[in-house]
C-alpha cells in the first residue's frame, strides 16, 4: 500500500504527539503511587466509570481488531469463536459470578487467592502457571504495532518490535495501574469512535450511500459458509469450535490483567457492574472488525493478503480521518500493551519475588515490568500467527488455573492437594502436546473423527479429574459466597 509522503509527515507527527501525551498521563499518574498497593490497584479507588474501560481497554487490541477482521474474510464467524465472542461472554461471566467473592478476599494477584484457599505450593504452582501465558498475548500486540509501523513508516519489524516494547514499558514504569486506567479511558474512546467512524464510511461506501443497503449487501453477497457463527456438524468442527469458545470465555476467568481491575474497583457494586458494561460493550463494539472483515471481502476481492482495517482506512476515509483512525488502531494495541505487561509482573513482584529474598516494592515491581517487557519481545521475535499466540496464552490458563479457581471460590477446600493436582495435570497435559504439536489429545491414537478430542477441553476435564481424586464431590464443603 503506497502511502503520500505528505500524509505521512503527519501521520508520523500526530503518533509522536500521541505518544507524549501517554507519557504526561503517565507522569502525573505517577503522583498518585505511593506504595505497591498504589502501583498494583490503583488503591482500590477506580469508579465504575474508569472500571469498565480500563477493562475493555484491556482486550481490545490487536486481535479483536485487526487479527478478527483478517480471520473472518476467510474462515468466517465460526473463525473467531475465541476473541471477540469467547472473550466478551468471560466478561459476562466474571460480572455475574467471580468478580463479587474475588473483590470481597482483598487480594493483589490471582496466586494470593491461591496461596490463601490452597497454601503456598499452590500459589507458587499457579504463579509459574499465570505468568509465562502472557508472554504469547503481550508478543501480539508487539507483532502487530511492528507490522503497521512497517506498513506506514517503513520501520523494519525488528527495530518496530523493539520501539514498541519501549514505548508500551515506559509509561506502565512510571505510573502503574493507574497510568494504564487513565491512558486506557484516553485510548479506548479513540478506538470506539474510529470504530463506529470507520463503519459508518464503509457502509455507505459499499451501498452507494445508504448504510442500509451496505449492510444489506453484506448479507445477501457474503458466502454463506462465511456468516455461520456455530458449526451444526457434531464432529471434530464442531468440537475444535467450543473449545475455542470455552479458551475464550474461561480461561480468562483466572486472568491476573481481569482480577486486577476487579482489586482495582472501589467496591463490590463497582467490580460486578465494570465487568457487565464492558462484557456488553466488548461484544457489540467487537462485531464492527467482523462486519468490516466481510465488508472487505465484497470491495477487495483479490486482496485476502493484506491487513483489511488499515487498507479501508487508506481507501475510503479523507487524509486527516484516516490518519485519526490508525492512530485509533495504535492506541488499542498500546492500551493492551501496558495492561498485559503490568499482569504478570504483579505476580513476579508479589507472589515470586519474595521467595528468593526481595520484598514487594514498588522498586521490584518495576523491575518485573521490564522483565515480563523483555521476555515478551523474546517471544515476539521467534514469531508466530497471531491467533495461535494469543489462543496458546488463554489454554493455560484454562487448563491450569480455572478448575482450582472456580472450586475454591464456591467450596471450603481441606487441603491444597486437589488444586495443586488439577494444576500440575491440566498444565502438564497442555504443555506437553502443544510442545509436540499435537492439535488433538493424544492425536496418534485419534485414527477416528470422533476420537478428535480438543487438547485445551481435554486437559481442563482431567485438571477437574485429578481435583476431585484429592477431594470428591461427595465430600466437597460446598458454599456460597455471601455479599459484603
Not at 487513565?182 to 457502509?203: E, F, K, R, W
Not at 445477501?220 to 467450543?242: A, N, Q, Y
Request: charged content about 10%; hydrophobic content about 55%.
Amino acid at each position: 500500500m503506497t502511502i503520500d509522503p505528505s500524509l505521512k509527515w503527519l501521520l508520523g507527527t500526530c503518533t509522536i504527539l500521541y505518544v507524549i501525551a501517554m507519557y504526561v498521563i503517565g507522569y502525573i499518574a505517577q503522583r498518585k503511587i505511593q506504595n505497591a498497593e498504589d502501583f498494583l490497584v490503583a488503591g482500590r479507588q477506580l469508579p465504575v466509570s474508569l472500571a469498565w474501560m480500563t477493562l475493555l481497554a484491556t482486550w481490545f487490541g490487536a486481535a479483536t481488531l485487526l487479527g478478527a477482521a483478517d480471520e473472518v474474510r476467510t474462515g468466517g464467524l465460526r473463525a473467531v469463536a475465541l476473541d471477540p465472542f469467547g472473550a466478551g461472554f468471560c466478561l459476562l461471566l466474571a460480572g455475574l459470578f467471580v468478580a463479587g467473592p474475588m473483590w470481597r478476599m482483598q487480594l493483589l494477584t490471582v496466586p494470593d487467592f491461591f496461596q490463601r484457599k490452597f497454601g503456598r505450593t499452590a500459589e507458587l504452582i499457579a504463579s509459574i502457571v499465570l505468568v509465562p501465558s502472557y508472554f504469547g498475548w503481550i508478543a501480539v500486540q508487539f507483532t502487530a504495532m511492528a507490522g503497521m509501523f512497517n506498513l506506514f513508516f517503513d520501520i523494519p519489524i525488528t527495530y518496530g518490535l523493539v520501539l514498541v516494547a519501549v514505548i508500551g514499558t515506559g509509561y506502565t514504569l512510571m505510573g502503574g495501574m493507574w497510568s494504564v486506567t487513565l491512558t486506557d479511558a484516553v485510548q479506548v474512546s479513540l478506538v470506539l469512535a474510529g470504530l463506529v467512524v470507520m463503519a459508518i464510511v464503509v457502509l455507505m461506501e459499499l451501498g452507494n450511500g445508504s448504510v442500509e443497503v451496505g449492510l444489506t449487501r453484506i448479507a445477501k453477497e457474503t458466502d454463506p459458509e462465511l456468516l455461520v457463527l456455530i458449526p451444526t456438524d457434531k464432529g471434530s468442527e464442531f468440537l475444535k469450535w467450543m473449545s475455542l469458545f470455552l479458551v475464550g470465555a474461561l480461561g480468562n476467568l483466572p486472568g491476573q490483567d481481569l482480577m486486577q481491575r476487579v482489586f482495582s474497583s472501589n467496591s463490590e457494586r463497582t467490580a460486578k457492574q465494570a465487568c457487565l458494561i464492558a462484557g456488553i460493550a466488548y461484544l457489540g463494539f467487537g462485531a464492527i472488525p467482523l462486519m468490516l472483515g466481510l465488508a472487505g471481502n465484497l470491495m477487495f476481492p483479490t486482496q485476502m493478503e493484506v491487513d483489511i482495517l488499515p487498507t479501508m482506512a487508506h481507501a475510503f476515509l479523507h487524509p486527516v480521518v484516516a490518519v485519526v483512525f490508525v492512530v485509533a488502531l495504535l492506541s488499542a494495541v498500546l492500551s493492551t500493551i501496558d495492561s498485559a505487561i503490568l499482569a504478570p509482573a504483579s505476580v513476579l513482584a508479589q507472589n515470586l519475588f519474595p521467595r528468593i529474598g526481595y520484598s514487594d516494592t514498588l522498586k521490584t515491581n518495576r523491575v518485573a515490568v521490564s522483565i515480563v517487557a523483555c521476555c515478551s519481545l523474546g517471544v515476539a521475535f521467534v514469531g508466530k500467527r497471531v491467533y495461535e499466540l494469543l489462543e496458546s496464552s488463554y489454554s493455560l490458563m484454562l487448563v491450569g488455573l480455572f478448575v482450582p479457581m472456580m472450586l475454591g471460590i464456591y467450596s471450603r477446600p481441606r487441603s491444597g492437594r486437589p488444586a495443586i493436582a488439577a494444576l500440575v495435570v491440566g498444565s502438564l497435559t497442555w504443555a506437553v502436546h502443544y510442545g509436540i504439536g499435537w492439535e488433538y489429545f493424544l492425536q496418534p491414537l485419534a485414527l477416528f473423527e470422533s476420537m478428535r478430542l480438543p487438547v485445551s477441553l481435554t486437559a481442563t476435564v482431567l485438571a477437574l479429574v485429578a481435583y476431585f481424586v484429592f477431594e470428591p464431590p461427595w465430600k466437597i464443603e460446598w458454599h456460597q459466597p455471601s455479599p459484603s
